[in-house]
């Protein structure tokens, strides 16, 4: 079956434009997780969606961050006015629940490269 | 604040020889651990957990408490192994996300 599903899988742009990044998590997957991957360093996690919700969005680097989800689906994160240092791999993933019996699955992610 | 920390970036040893990838991990409260591994070319994806207390593709990883540490073992390592692992730690519940370790790059010589 199909996995987790992000657009674009590369992204080049300008210091100070605004990017808008992509996620499609497995159907009926409720729960779907942002994580940004600095170069040589791990995981880092960004944010949470239960359904369409998210309750806690102090991870979100700045608040040049956002990130929605519609329809208990598709999310998309934005960010604003980017800088050099949001140059990352962003990767999302999902899973049937947040509890831990459930495994997170990753997309392929979005690399972002800020010039 | 948890963290997890992967000593070695780079891990190289012979086809057959044994593989340990080590893990060690700082939380106050009862810890969820996980390794996630990833094939060149292909998705993150979930090797092991520490609750279900399995073996996949021979690799097997013991929580210990008393150490802080959740290490990766496999006795007889196959060129197939090679890939990056990354440790992985869940503290207080799933919309925490999970606190990833910086990765160890296993190279599995012939």
């Known amino acids: 079956g199909a996995g987790v599903s992000q657009s674009p899988s590369n992204k080049v742009t300008e210091k100070g434009k605004d990017v808008e990044l992509r996620c499609d998590p497995i159907s009926g997957h409720t729960a779907l997780y942002w994580y940004r991957q600095s170069l040589g360093q791990g995981l880092e996690f960004l944010i949470y969606f239960q359904g369409n919700s998210a309750p806690d969005k102090s991870g979100l680097p700045s608040d040049r961050f956002s990130a929605e989800r519609t329809g208990g689906s598709v999310s998309t994160l934005t960010i604003q006015r980017t800088q050099q240092e949001d140059s990352a791999v962003y990767l999302c993933?999902?899973?049937?629940?947040?509890?831990?019996?459930?495994?997170?699955?990753f997309g392929d992610g979005t690399r972002l490269s800020i010039l | 604040a948890q963290r997890v920390t992967q000593p070695e970036k780079l891990l190289s040893v012979f086809k057959g020889a044994p593989v340990e990838l080590k893990c060690n991990y700082s939380y106050s409260g009862s810890p969820e651990l996980f390794w996630y591994v990833q094939y060149s070319r292909q998705r993150l994806q979930l090797l092991l957990r520490?609750?279900s207390r399995e073996s996949i593709k021979g690799f097997t990883a013991d929580l210990n408490k008393g150490e802080t540490s959740f290490h990766l073992k496999k006795p007889f390592a196959q060129e197939e192994d090679s890939a990056m692992y990354y440790c992985?730690?869940?503290?207080?519940?799933?919309?925490?996300?999970?606190?990833f370790g910086k990765g160890t790059h296993l190279i599995i010589q012939p």
């Open positions: 992985a730690l869940g503290s207080g519940g799933g919309a925490d996300g999970l606190t």
């Open positions: 520490h609750i």
């Open positions: 993933a999902s899973s049937l629940d947040s509890s831990y019996n459930q495994p997170q699955h």
